[in-house]
């Protein structure tokens, strides 16, 4: 009967041993860059993407003026980014394409 709880005791220690040591197939490279707006200036807002595609926490939201740069930093080295390219003007967002953002690229942005 010692022995049985003995190598119970022992699977136990192994599995939590196992367990702690199991890691999970998410990417969680993080990212830092420079948004750069290239023709004329821009209001953006600018979430976080996983590694499935699948859009997380906005991580920046502001303006940008022509020529100018904003840094921003991403839990997976991508983003996605919503536009309005008159920012005086009340009009809806536009979709722009997932970007990637690694070792301090400029990324140009409507």
């Known amino acids: 009967m010692n022995k049985i709880f003995r190598h119970l ?4 220690w192994v599995a939590l041993a196992a367990g702690c040591a ?7 490279k993080e990212g830092a860059c420079y948004l750069k707006a290239s023709d004329h200036d821009v209001y953006l807002k600018v979430f976080d993407v996983d590694s499935n ?3 997380g926490a906005l991580i920046w939201q502001g303006r940008i003026h022509q020529s100018q ?6 839990t ?14 009340e009009q ?3 979709s722009g394409e997932d970007k990637r953002c690694d070792d301090l690229d400029v990324v140009a942005v409507p």
């Open 53 to 55: 595609g699948n859009m």
């Open 22 to 28: 199991a890691t999970t197939d998410v990417e969680t």
């Open 76 to 89: 997976h080295a991508r983003f996605r980014f919503f536009y309005n390219a008159e920012p005086g003007v």
């Open 69 to 74: 740069t904003a840094r921003i930093k991403t």
């Open 9 to 12: 005791a022992i699977v136990v």
């Open 92 to 94: 809806p967002f536009r």
